[in-house]
């Protein structure tokens, strides 16, 4: 068990830009999710993936936002034409049927957008 | 949105003391967990306490659900150094278990 991995680790880039993340879940989950934390709140729900299916979106995703997980194994969110206010830790967290619920999570990736 | 509000926002005890936080929330739920982040990481899990139950204990943790009041408390006791992070409660709904955070409590032990 190697964890859930995330990559970046910090993302600085400019307004308009676009950036892509990585997220590698722990191999036997076949759940993913993307949840988006601002400095001092809780995390909020962005997307679910069960294998390859997104299943759920939030409201808060945006049509900037895209996310993917091809073969059901690692996913990617990529957030176009980035704004000042997509500025967050992204985070994501794997679980398994059978896991009763319990995530687990990277260590996120620190967007700052200037 | 968040679905759970946690109190007090911040604590601060001193080491050995114990420590209690509350989280309220607002729909019906599968279960509960809390979860600890330290300072720029992830968020680990320490607790699950499912609808059916109305206490649960792991280690130093002892954590309530009062389903009928829709609150939960999650206790430490003789808290360490080391327990200085943000707790949240999450709840979990719907087939594929999405949790709903709060808001966190900042609990600060000092040595």
């Known amino acids: 068990d190697t964890g859930v991995s995330q990559d970046p680790r910090h993302k600085i880039t400019k307004r308009g830009q676009n950036v892509t993340f990585r997220c590698d879940p722990i191999?036997?989950?076949?759940?993913l999710y993307w949840y988006r934390q601002t400095l001092g709140q809780g995390p909020e729900f962005l997307t679910y993936?069960?294998?390859?299916?997104?299943?759920?979106k939030s409201r808060l995703l945006s049509d900037r936002f895209s996310a993917e997980r091809p073969k059901g194994s690692f996913s990617t969110l990529e957030i176009q034409r980035t704004e000042q206010g997509d500025s967050a830790m992204y985070l994501c967290?794997?679980?398994?049927?059978?896991?009763?619920?319990?995530?687990?999570f990277g260590s996120g990736t620190q967007l700052s957008v200037l | 949105s968040q679905q759970g509000e946690e109190d007090p926002q911040a604590l601060s005890i001193q080491e050995g003391e114990n420590a209690t936080m509350n989280c309220s929330y607002k729909?019906?739920?599968?279960?509960l967990q809390w979860y600890r982040q330290n300072s720029g990481r992830g968020l680990v899990h320490l607790i699950l306490?499912?609808?059916?139950?109305r206490e649960k204990h792991s280690g130093r943790l002892r954590v309530t659900l009062d389903t009928s009041k829709k609150s939960s408390s999650l206790l430490i006791t003789a808290s360490r150094a080391a327990d200085t992070a943000s707790y949240f409660c999450?709840?979990?709904?719907?087939?594929?278990?999405?949790?709903?955070f709060g808001g966190g409590t900042r609990v600060l032990v000092k040595p």
């Open positions: 967290a794997s679980s398994y049927d059978r896991g009763r619920g319990k995530l687990f």
């Open positions: 191999s036997e989950h076949n759940r």
């Open positions: 993936f069960q294998n390859e299916a997104q299943l759920e």
């Open positions: 729909t019906s739920i599968n279960n």
């Open positions: 306490i499912r609808s059916n139950e």
């Open positions: 999450a709840t979990g709904e719907g087939a594929g278990n999405k949790l709903t």
